[in-house]
């Protein structure tokens, strides 16, 4: 069965950095567009970062310059640099992916039980 965890949340002054992670497990065909999302107390989940299987990145526009995406597919793993961190980046962050679990199958959405970062003035 296919699985996605998180790791690296945690709490954080402003102006600092925490480095999330998420791996996938169990099998899998094929890996495409890994993402990052976030939902704060009260608010919808919102995008936040992707990345594509040829590396190519998107951002939404209030992390652009401070965070960064990055994978590395052979340990189907992908990672969200988080610098310069402010109070409004306080949310729980989830990964997700379309994940194809074999060759005859679709690709799926899945996604992780999140992690918590806190940012703090």
């Known amino acids: 069965q296919v699985q996605l965890v998180e790791s690296g949340g945690g709490s954080m002054h402003t102006g600092g950095s925490l480095r999330l992670s998420c791996v996938v497990s169990g099998s899998i065909f094929s890996l495409n567009a890994m993402g990052w999302y976030r939902q704060a107390p009260g608010k919808e989940r919102e995008f936040v970062a992707r990345i594509n299987s040829g590396d190519v990145a998107w951002y939404e526009d209030s992390v652009k310059g401070r965070f960064t995406v990055s994978k590395d597919s052979a340990k189907n793993t992908w990672y969200l640099q988080m610098n310069n961190l402010k109070p409004e980046d306080t949310a729980a962050y989830f990964c997700?992916?379309?994940?194809?679990?074999?060759?005859?199958?679709?690709?799926?959405?899945?996604w992780g039980p999140g992690t918590q970062v806190d940012v703090s003035s």
């Open positions: 997700n992916a379309q994940i194809q679990p074999a060759w005859d199958q679709p690709f799926i959405d899945y």
